[in-house]
Every structure is written in C-alpha cells, then in structure tokens.
C-alpha cells in the first residue's frame, strides 16, 4: 500500500497576497511532516499527529492546540473539561498557558466581532484556524486528526464541530478518512464527516462523495466549508464551497498544493 497524507489549512475568505506565500509554506511543511512519518513505516496516526501539531506551531494557522484523536489506551471515545485534563495529563501531554495560544491578530479580530455585532456568518469568516489531516500507510490503516482555535466571541460552553466523531473528522479502516473545516453549526447538523464516508460506501468516488455532502449542508442548511478525503484504496481528494481552503497533498514523491478553486501545484518532494 502506497501511503499518502493530505492535510488542510482551513475553510476560509479570501487569503491576502502577503499571506499566501507563508500559507503555503506551512502547508507544504506539513504535509512533508506526515509523509516523512509514513515513508519511515510509521502509522497513520503518527502521520496525521505530527501533521497538525506543524500546522498549530504556525502562527498562520493558530489552530489551538486542541487536536482530537482516538487513543487505544481507554475504553472511552470523548474527553471533556477537567477529565479530558486529568486524562492528558496522566499520558505526558505539556499543557499549554492560554496565553500562549493569543495572538495580536485575533485580539483584533475579537474587538471587531464584538463591535459589529452581527448576523450570524456562514463563510467561515469567524472560523479561527481549524486544521487538518487525513492519512493511509503502508499497512492500510487510515486515520484523521482535526484541530481548531473555534470561532470569534463564542457563546461560553459551547461545544463546535472538530471534537465531535462524524462531524468534524471520521475514520474507517473499511472505508477511509475525513477531516472537514467550516462552520461549526451546519457541520453538526449534517454530520459532514460521516455523511461523506457513507457516500463512498454507497459506491460513489472520493470526489463525487465530497461534493455530494458539501452540496448537501449548503442546500439544507445553508452552509460553507470544506473537506479532505483519503480512501482506503488511496484515492484522495479536497474539496470546499467557501472561497478558499490551503491544502497540500503527499504520495508517490510528489506533492499537491492549492489555495483558490482550479489552483493547483504538483511538485517533487524533498
């Protein structure tokens, strides 16, 4: 089995020119991440892990340091609050000071949000750098790890997509792997992630699949995202219906990248 890993930089409005060049960087810096992990032997999750963790260092992305995995060490699937802590802790992970997950960028964007006051917004203009990957290795093991900062001035207890299993990622051995980015409400609502996989399950390709369920949560619930897709047999897709999504692609030597629709770069890998 040939590995592969793609990863996303998040479903977003349009990227400046003077951020587009380091957008770019970080992707491909991921991406390079996962599949080293992969070329080495090493497992899907690794490679998704060590994906988004490159991704969340980059300030560019800021994606909050909050990536959701499933561990084979509990007989629980989902952590929240003061067990979710307590948890993390007793397997060695760093915590992280809140301060350090602040940037001058967002402080800006919160003081805006609180001003303008508005109508909710669908296009993922409040999303605050959700992160992702998808991954096959060499022994057909899938995996998908997502990651967000959330959205800008949130309600207090809320809970968004990227934590949530079908939601904001899936993963099945018998089918394949999805990360999806966006706005977090309508993601829910459709179970964006799983919606995909049973898709393809139904026979359709990876890329009918993703327009199929991303047209759907646009039709039903009016909203704007995008998603990364690997199948079990390798194929692999990205595919988004806000302005942009930065994603990059690895397999074969090669790697993938694009930001804007019909924008895409194939390069050798190092």
């Known amino acids: 089995m040939n590995p592969i890993v793609v990863v996303h930089g998040g479903g977003a409005g349009p990227i400046s020119k003077d951020r587009k060049e380091r957008v770019h960087q970080g992707m491909v810096r991921a991406a390079t991440v996962g599949y080293g992990i992969l070329r080495e032997g090493g497992s899907a999750v690794d490679a998704v892990e060590g994906a988004v963790v490159a991704l969340e260092d980059d300030p560019e992305f800021n994606a909050g340091k909050c990536a959701f995995q499933l561990v084979n060490n509990t007989p629980h699937c989902f952590l929240t609050d003061q067990g979710a802590a307590q948890f993390a802790a007793a397997m060695g992970v760093p915590e992280i000071p809140g301060e350090k997950l ?49 959205i800008v001035n949130k309600m207090v207890g809320r809970v968004g997509d990227s934590p949530c299993l079908g939601a904001g990622g899936y993963a099945d051995n018998d089918i394949g792997a999805v990360s999806t980015t966006g706005h977090g409400e309508s993601i829910l609502k459709v179970n964006l992630a799983r919606l995909t996989l049973f898709h393809i399950e139904q026979g359709k390709t990876v890329e009918e699949a993703a327009d199929l369920s991303l ?12 998603l990364i897709v690997v199948s079990k047999t390798g194929d692999w897709v990205a595919k988004w219906t806000s302005t942009s999504m930065p994603w990059a692609a690895a397999k074969d030597g090669k790697l993938h990248f694009g930001i804007d629709p019909d924008d895409t770069t194939i390069t050798d890998l190092p």
Do not use: F, I, P, W
Not at 113 to 135: F, I, P, S
Not at 215 to 226: A, D, I, N, P
């Open 102 to 150: 602040v940037t001058e960028r967002n402080k800006k964007r919160l003081e805006k949000e609180k001003h303008e006051k508005g109508a909710q917004k669908t296009d993922c203009q409040k999303n605050l750098g959700t992160v992702g990957a998808v991954a096959l290795d060499c022994k057909g093991n899938v995996a998908y790890a997502t990651s967000t900062g959330g």
């Open 215 to 226: 047209g759907y949560m646009k039709s039903r619930v009016k909203g704007l995202g995008g």
